[in-house]
């Protein structure tokens, strides 16, 4: 099972189901799953989850993770 890292920005933090509320931590995750995949898993909400980068690369939510990796999720922000 690859081992990730993943990082939650913003009001996401508090949506989520995080170890202990922590904005970044590690997980492991079957063989195979794919952002949408962990996405579910954390439980965040699908619609507020707007940019994920891998490795400070911008992907979908199709992209199967890799062993080490850093997946970050940021939501919406509005500004004005």
Do not use: C, W
Not at 48 to 59: G, H, P
Not at 64 to 75: C, N
């Amino acid at each position: 099972m690859p081992k990730i890292t993943v990082a939650l920005y913003a009001g996401l933090k508090a949506r989520a189901h995080a170890p202990e509320g922590a904005s970044e931590f590690d997980l492991e995750v079957p063989d195979g799953s794919k952002i949408n995949d962990i996405i579910k898993f954390l439980d965040l909400p699908e619609d507020e989850v707007a940019n994920i980068f891998v490795d400070r690369s911008l992907k979908d939510r199709e992209y199967i993770v890799k062993e080490g990796q850093r997946i970050a999720f940021f939501p919406l922000i509005a500004g004005g």
